[in-house]
């Protein structure tokens, strides 16, 4: 009887820990997906996908993101001819590498960011940069980091003007744990350059369908503060996606 209990109690420690570790997750990965088609008078398709990625290590915290977004719609033509038209497409990937200090809450980071936009003020605009980042505060209920430091960027026009030079980037997120089953996210980035200021933001709020199933509505911006003639500087989207968590 009591080689059954200790072996019980063994078994029990072990459970313990395996649970224990599988809540301090080294990787996660979120995947989103966002699809529309409507027919009748008005056709059109969209489709938004997304891919959200962290990794939690001794010495590292790293963060990657990839978005895509692709629109199509159906028209008719001044002699009664059907066609269709690309309304948007983009593409955007961005990593950080966080660098733990002695305090790990004190790190610093590498940035690298990339949007190919074919409809945008921007046919394609990337970032490099790398400075200072601090997780401000981190609990069950929430959690606040922000980076800031120089860095360069590099752009084209749809018209072909190449606008390249250094500049300042700040950005934060904050996470709202609201339940068990539902968290509200906040990020916010801005490139301060002398030839432009590039400002990229998202509230998303997100809840827990069913196990790792999640629907997520979302509003982002991107804007820039020197954009061609004809040229819209406020770009938005607004969408309900859905989010597996694939670990």
């Not at 997520?216 to 004809?230: C, I, L, Q, R, Y």
Request: aromatic fraction near 12%.
């Amino acid at each position: 009887m009591k080689s059954l209990s200790v072996a019980a109690l063994l078994g029990f420690a072990s459970c313990a820990v395996v649970a224990q570790e599988e809540e301090k997750k080294s990787f996660t990965m979120d995947g989103e997906f966002g699809f529309i088609l409507t027919t009748g008078n008005t056709e059109t398709t969209s489709i938004a996908l997304g891919i959200n990625a962290s990794q939690e290590l001794e010495q590292w915290s790293n963060v990657y993101l990839l978005e895509g977004l692709y629109k199509e719609d159906s028209d008719v033509n001044a002699d009664g001819e059907e066609f269709s038209r690309v309304t948007e497409q983009k593409f955007f990937a961005s990593a950080q590498a966080n660098y733990k200090l002695t305090n790990p809450d004190h790190r610093l980071f590498g940035f690298a960011s990339y949007e190919d936009n074919r409809l945008g003020a921007f046919a394609y605009q990337g970032t490099i940069a790398a400075g200072w980042n601090q997780l401000v505060w981190e609990d069950k209920s929430s959690s606040f980091d922000y980076s800031v430091g120089p860095g360069y960027s590099f752009a084209e026009t749809q018209e072909g003007e190449s606008v390249n030079g250094a500049i300042i980037r700040g950005a934060a997120n904050y996470v709202w744990n609201i339940s068990d089953t539902a968290k509200f996210t906040q990020t916010f980035s801005t490139e301060y350059g002398s030839d432009n200021v590039k400002s990229r933001a998202e509230t998303a709020l997100t809840a827990q369908i069913a196990g790792d199933l999640s629907l997520k509505v979302s509003v982002k911006f991107d804007h820039n503060t020197d954009v061609a003639e004809g040229r819209e500087k406020l770009d938005t989207e607004t969408a309900a996606t859905l989010v597996y968590n694939f670990f």
